[in-house]
């Protein structure tokens, strides 16, 4: 995320202040340290502490020419209040629940794409799925539903849950334990609705120094979109899975929410593809793939998922002002009045 915010800000000329995360700010000092040497001295500074506090401060600054913001949509909210008294122009990147759309042609062979597609469902649980564009929602082909969550569930339980220190690790701790019994809040939630709960759903118990840690099973539910597991951010390692009948079944079911940031379609039949991949209101499609991030393809979202993208060369115009200087190099009056 500093990655994504510094690279145009310093490309067009700007000093930064970033405010990271109250939770995670070490990363960014070691980060700064890295790069104090190839900057000025006031060029790059960091900002630590309760974001309430600091990031209104920041947000409502007149000091403060650009907002570059990555958050939930409520506080981006906050953030666009806040700016809209000195009326400082913004980027936001909020929150997420995208749609992974699984087409009953995944399964005519039981082949290496196949693998890739059982791959592409258990990355909801990527970085314990505390990433905007976690592929929260699940939305597989009636036609191949049981038989497809039998190997899909079978998948999800072989994610090893443990030390991020250890390289045989595939998902680590929730960032806080605030966060994790948000999570478990939800799934409570899920479970109460009437959501059925095909694997995990609980803290992780592991033993020894880690027993004590924010360690979460990864859950998934089955339900349908309208339940609140299926609609509201949960930022962890929770999918909630629906079944759809037809493309235009799938559509529909991955345009019913708020949020607009990502979401993937996995299919052997590239009019499935591109129908879906045009169809679906989100900033990102991910076609046979997911969380992929190569540097240069624009990123944001719609609706409630905020407004502009990064990581493309449109971002340096959200960096940079238009100035027109028009000069006259004539002596004479031009004759009006």
């Not at 907002?67 to 949509?73: L, M, N, P, S």
């Not at 605030?178 to 609980?202: H, P, S």
């Amino acid at each position: 995320m500093a990655a994504w915010k510094l690279a145009p800000a310093l490309s067009a000329g700007n000093c930064v202040v970033i405010k990271p995360a109250s939770n995670t700010p070490l990363s960014l000092m070691v980060f700064a340290q890295i790069v104090s040497d190839l900057l000025p001295p006031g060029v790059l500074n960091i900002v630590s502490g309760p974001g309430g506090e600091i990031g209104k401060a920041l947000a409502s600054n007149k000091r403060i020419a650009k907002i570059a913001f990555t958050g939930e949509t409520t506080t981006g909210r906050l953030i666009m209040q806040y700016a809209s008294e000195p009326i400082i122009p913004q980027t936001l990147e909020l929150g997420g629940k995208s749609p992974n759309i699984f087409f009953a042609d995944v399964m005519d062979a039981d082949d290496e794409f196949f693998d890739k597609v059982l791959e592409g469902f258990a990355l909801f649980a990527f970085n314990k799925g505390e990433v905007c564009t976690c592929p929260s929602r699940a939305l597989v082909q009636e036609s191949i539903f049981d038989k497809f969550m039998e190997r899909a569930v079978a998948r999800v339980n072989r994610i090893k849950v443990g030390n991020p220190l250890d390289p045989s690790t595939m998902m680590g701790p929730q960032v806080s334990p605030e966060q994790m019994n948000k999570i478990l809040d939800y799934i409570r939630i899920g479970k109460e609705e009437g959501a059925v709960c095909l694997t995990g759903g609980e803290q992780a118990h592991l033993g020894g120094d880690l027993e004590r840690g924010n360690f979460l099973t990864p859950t998934v539910f089955v339900g349908n979109n309208k339940m609140r597991v299926f609609q509201e951010e949960i930022f962890g390692p929770v999918v909630s899975v629906t079944k759809f009948k037809t493309l235009e079944d799938a559509i529909a079911i991955g345009n019913d929410t708020i949020y607009g940031l990502g979401s993937g379609v996995w299919s052997r039949n590239s009019n499935n593809l591109y129908r879906v991949g045009r169809e679906i209101k989100a900033g990102r499609c991910w076609t046979n793939c997911y969380h992929v991030y190569p540097a240069g393809a624009a990123f944001g979202g719609y609706k409630e998922s905020g407004f502009g993208r990064e990581t493309h060369k449109m971002i340096l115009d959200h960096y940079q002002q238009t100035k027109n200087l028009l000069v006259s190099y004539s002596t004479k009056a031009m004759g009006f009045f």
